[in-house]
């Protein structure tokens, strides 16, 4: 069962390492409750993730991806996460194009020492994908 | 223009290249096939008509020596792109360009005449007759036009060493252009998400798209078939028919010039441009980008701005 | 009389349904603009008129087909290192009938049958959905775009392959059994005496055969010209527009050529075969990175030369091709691979 009441979704969370992943960390020491639907992958950098990274997860049984960086002019590596920003906003919107709810895709920044701020976004999203429910049918979930 | 003018073109270049890339009758009167011309004999064989439809820029990252290549206004917006990529030696390189008024879609004409065997093609004032066993039909090139042509923005080449006729204006209004796409967005999401899975699903995944794509530089590494990454695997189910065209959209995000060659080369006639051009109208709509319109540009994915414009960031 | 048969064109569809009683039938149906083989069901429309896109050589030899399913299983709590594995085949292939292929389609599959079937050991997969399906040919009646049947030993009515061969004579079909399975089909369902249409059948399938274009002799004996084979320039010159995709083998009657691959995640998995094509750089790649066939000239002479040089060498001068055009056609950059062997047959036409 997911916190949010229903039965749990699967979703992605692609985070930085040096920003949104400690955001994430700062969140679990502050003991901040959140769903439990994300799994995380850490990435070096926003700038890391490939669009084709989001696709593929929706393609073969993510219902929701979740991409967080380090705020923009923030980032460990200069200028990844910008590079982000344009690729994914691009696929926000071929997403919405090919038939994939765009709310089920969702790119944020946030950054180590905002643990309440991940909090926040984690709940909101799992919440928001919970409203459009599963994406794959029922059968495919089941295994 | 007339052929006689390209032929005169076409022998003045070739002493200087190793060969010229222009067309030639195929096996039968409907279709036309690239010609790799090395000697003046060959360049008598050359023609050019309605019918010229592949992009032969596409072929020139591949070759080594000196080319000169025959190219419309569509297809020169691929040799801007390899420009701006790096992707070719531009002095390495003779392009002969062409005004052109639209070319003619051989799977509409074919369509037309109930895909009966053809037996001759003429062309007049704008016109094609088409004479098959069960008698001749006269079709308006405007009709049987790929899509592309229907809002050509460039229908004299960008770039040129040699003009073959004088250059002409575009007629068709630049909003026209992503009109489709628009079109196509007021379905619903689920009427979105049908299509495209009814349509990549008669995929047989001959990557005659990709190979057939001028921007497709990757080849014969492509992450369609590598084993490592493992990106997708040799299944044929719908996902990963899906992600094969997903890869091949991403990947020309800002760099697809919109020649349509992955739609016309398609076997199986699926509509693989649509995802391409809905990026491209993205491109437009966000950085005021168009690809393969200006050398000194750098396409979109490959720079940032501190701060953008047009992307706002979303609330959840 | 069984062994021909008529059907007026208004109960073919009858005909259909009443063979989709005992079995699936797949039939040539309109998708869009292409024609494919669907499943028939009752009511749906059939295309005759044409050549399918892609033949029915994926229902017998299907683009992709799972050999054997794999799962690893830990299954002695004492010893968490100690991993079985189970593995799992499975073959629930039904009694099938494919109709309305053309004469080369099921041509095509006797190529097939040499390599899987005539040899010490039988392909089991292929033979179990061979054996069980029966093809009912279509004759054509005028060559399309690309075709030169005759040329490689078949034609518009040629029955090779084929069960039962099915003639337009104009008000209706006239239906002749081949073999053993042609004549259980036909017994089957309630047919009209077909003798009297025989003679017109006959005359419409002449007729046909005299339409077909012939881009080299046709006589067998005449053997391809070893020196213009070896020639690179003469690939150079015929095949430097092809973009090495893999559409024309894809689409062709008679490539088997197949990979076969282990698709994993993480504790189970399947070991797959699916269609590869001689087009692909990586259809010849070996482990350490060399590859013997690196440029497309190299490719595409070997696709030639395994239809008419090494595949006749081994099956007693059996073309490996059937002349259906599709690689014609349906070529990206309109190679005409009958134009190229036109030239090996005869080379100072070059």
Redesign the interface.
Known sequence: MSDVGTKELRIVGFLCNWCSYGGADTAGVGRFKQPTDLRIIRVPCSGRVDPLFVVRALLTGADGVLVSGCHPRDCHYSEGNYYARRRLEMLRRLLQFMGIDEKRFHYTWVSASEGQKWQQVVTDFTKQVHELGPLHDKKEKAD | MSTEKLKEIILKVLPDVDTVIGWQEGFDKIHITPFFMKSPEDAEKAVWNSLCVQNLAAYLPSLKKKTAVIVKGCDSRTIVQYMQEGLIDRSNVVIIGIPCTGVVSVKKVLKAVDYQPIEDVKFSDEKIIIKTSKGEKTLAIADVCPDKCKTCQYPTPIVYDHLAGDPIESTKPAESVYEDIKEFEKKSLEERRDYFKNEFDKCIRCYACRNACPMCVCQDSCIAETRDPHWITQKLSSEEKMMFHMIHAVHLAGRCVECGECERVCPMDIPVAKLKKKINSEMKELFDYVPGVNPEDKPPMYTFNVEEAKIKEHKL | MADTGFLPKEKLKDFLEALSKDAVVYAPAL????V?FKEYSQGKDLYL??PA??GPKSIIYP??ETLLSFDFKKNDPEDPKKVDIELKTESNFANTVVFGCRPCDAKGLVIYDKVFIDTDTADPYYKERRDKTTIISFACE?????CFCTAVGGGPADTTGSDVLMTDVGDGFFFEALTEKGKAVLKSVPMQDGASYKEKAQKIKSEAEKKIRNPFPKDATEKLSQKLFDSDEFW??VV??C?????C???CPTCYCF?I?D?KTKDKGER?R?WD?CM???FTLETSGHNPRPSKLKRFRNRVGHKFLYYPEKYNGVIACCGCGRC?R?C?????I??IVGYLKDPKQK
Do not use: M, W
């Open positions: 998708e869009g603009d292409i494919l008129d044409r896109n892609l683009q992709c005028a060559p399309f775009a690309g150079e010159k430097s527009k973009i090495s995709c893999g559409a083998t894809y689409l990979n691959t698709e797959i699916t094509a692909f750089n990586h014609i349906y990206p950059a309109s190679v005409d009958s134009e």
